[in-house]
C-alpha cells in the first residue's frame, strides 16, 4: 500500500488511531481539507506524488463537508472546504507532477464545484456516490470522474496512456464502443440501399444516416486527442486472497470505532 487516503468515516475512529496506523504501516495518510477542531493545525499531508510508470503521479486527498454531519461530535476533527484545500493543494503540485489525481469522497454538487472552479486535475476518483456501477467512468465539466462501487466489493484499476505532456484524455473504451458501434450503423445502412425503399424504409434509411453522421464527430473528436486511459473494476470475491495489511487495518478500525462510540455513548 503506497498511499492512504483519509475520506468517509475513517476519522470515526479518532485521530490517535490514525496516528499509530499511518506509523505502523510506514504509509502517507493524507487528506487536504482535515483540521483539528481545537489548534486549527493540518494532521495529515494534503498530498503526495508516485513514480508510476515513468510518471511522476500527484495524488491529493480530499474529504467531503457531507462526512462532518456523520462523525461524533467529540471526535476533534474539522472538515474544511475541499475546494479552497484543493486550490493549495495544486499550487503546490504545480511542476512537480505528470499527472493528477484526486482521490476524493465528493458529493455530486462537491465534484461539480471542484470540476469548474479548478484546473489541473486530470482524474477524479470517487468513494462517495455509493449507487454508480463500477466500470462506468462518468464526466464533470470534461474531467474523468471514476467510481469503483461500495463496501470495498472491488477495486479498480486505472490504465493511462500519455503522449507528451498533452494531459487532454479520452476514454479508449468508449473509443473502442464508438468504432463498433459506426461498424453496426453502417452495415444497416449499406443494407437499406442495397433494397427497394418504401416511405416508412426511407424514413429509416435517414435516421440511420444522421446517427452514423453524430457517432462519426465524435468519434473525430476522440481522434484529435493522443492521450487516453481505460478503467476497469475488479470483483473482490471469495478468489481474490485478502491483502494482510489491508485486512488488519480493517479489522483494527473495526474495534477501535466499537470500543470508540461505546465509550462516547457510556458517557453521562
Known amino acids: 500500500m503506497d498511499i492512504f487516503v483519509l475520506g468517509g468515516r475513517d476519522f470515526s475512529a479518532g485521530l490517535d488511531f490514525l496516528f499509530e496506523k499511518a506509523n505502523a504501516l510506514n504509509t502517507p495518510f493524507i487528506c487536504a481539507n482535515v483540521q483539528d477542531a481545537q489548534s486549527g493545525s493540518r494532521p495529515f499531508k494534503g498530498h503526495a506524488i508516485l513514480d508510476a510508470g515513468g510518471l511522476k503521479v500527484g495524488i491529493l486527498g480530499l474529504a467531503s463537508q457531507d462526512v462532518a454531519k456523520r ?144 457517432v462519426r464527430r465524435k468519434l473525430d473528436k476522440h481522434k484529435e486527442v493522443r492521450s487516453s486511459f481505460t478503467f476497469e473494476t475488479v470483483p473482490l470475491d471469495i478468489e481474490v486472497p485478502d491483502d494482510p495489511a489491508v485486512k488488519d487495518l480493517v479489522d483494527s478500525y473495526n474495534r477501535a470505532y466499537t470500543l470508540a462510540r461505546g465509550m462516547a455513548e457510556s458517557l453521562p
Open 71 to 214: 462523525l461524533p461530535s467529540d471526535i476533534g476533527i474539522a472538515i474544511t472546504d475541499p475546494i479552497s484545500a484543493a486550490m493549495e493543494a495544486l499550487a503546490d503540485l504545480s511542476g512537480k507532477a505528470d499527472l493528477v489525481l484526486a482521490v476524493a469522497n465528493l458529493t455530486e454538487a462537491e465534484t461539480s464545484r471542484l470540476t469548474s472552479e479548478l484546473k489541473g486535475i486530470d482524474f477524479i476518483i470517487n468513494g462517495h456516490w455509493i449507487q454508480r456501477l463500477p466500470n462506468r467512468p462518468e464526466q464533470s465539466n470534461g474531467v474523468p470522474v471514476l467510481h469503483s462501487y461500495t463496501r470495498g466489493k472491488y477495486v479498480g484499476v486505472l490504465n493511462v496512456q500519455m503522449f507528451g505532456d498533452d494531459r487532454r484524455f479520452v476514454d479508449a473504451s468508449e473509443r473502442a464502443a464508438l468504432e463498433k458501434q459506426l461498424e453496426n450503423l453502417q452495415r444497416q445502412i449499406d443494407a437499406y440501399q442495397a433494397a427497394e425503399r418504401d416511405v416508412r424504409k426511407q424514413r429509416i434509411y435517414g435516421k440511420l444516416t444522421e446517427k452514423r453522421d453524430e
